[in-house]
């Protein structure tokens, strides 16, 4: 899955920029990131959805992992790309008034309505409730709202990087992203969250520690990972 949104939305991560300008590496623009993704879906095509000018959604079944599945939904002008399994789906579906079919990525909307909607309501308190593996990106069109997340324990591969026009950019390839982001590039951390409305990155079980970047080596693909404070290196490429 892919994601892409410009600087009216994601203020560009001062670690993301950091890892870049430590070994500069060939970028390539937003656009043609994009396009490159819905081009190499081969058999299985790719649905994409553009947001006016804030930015676009893509996603494709095309070697998709059986444990974890990609989910699109869409619903009051709220978009989620899903990527993953939640173990407790069925509980918290009947939780929130679904019907039995309902997805990952409605559900997930769903609780994002009841988190926006009963504001202050803390999102730590939403994702602490999420059991499984899996990795999302949300945004609300009417609000210009984005929430992105990660498991506790990563179990989905997922990544952020910029862009040579300054986009920043979400997927679950970090072959993908390279060609585009080169060395501004670093896993999403686990068991945390980017809001562009409530704060920026933190980590939902410890929402109070603050999330710093760690350099790489210069030998790995990503510049950087995360570690939440007081705790060990959360997100590291394997």
Known sequence: MLAVFGGEVVRVPAELVAAGSRTPSPKTRASELV????????????????????????YSHANQPLLRPRS????????????????????LGHQYGLCKGANEAVLAIEAYKTLRDRAPYPASSMLSQLAGGYAF????????????????????????????????????????????CGKSLVPFPQGCFYSNTLGGLKCYENPKNKVTAVPADEEEICGATFQVEGSTILSALH
Not at 147 to 169: H, N, R
């Open 35 to 58: 396009s490159r993704f819905l081009g190499g879906a081969g058999a299985e095509p790719a649905v994409s959805l553009q947001l006016g000018a804030l930015g676009t959604l893509a």
């Open 72 to 91: 699109f939904a869409a619903k009051h002008e709220i978009f989620c790309l899903f990527e993953g399994l939640l173990d407790n789906l069925g509980r």
């Open 137 to 180: 990106v949300l945004f609300d069109k009417s609000t210009s709202s984005l929430l992105v997340a990660s498991d506790p324990e990563g179990k989905v591969p997922f990544y952020w990087g910029i862009t040579a026009d300054g986009c920043v950019a979400f997927s679950d390839d970090v072959d993908m992203l390279k060609g585009s």
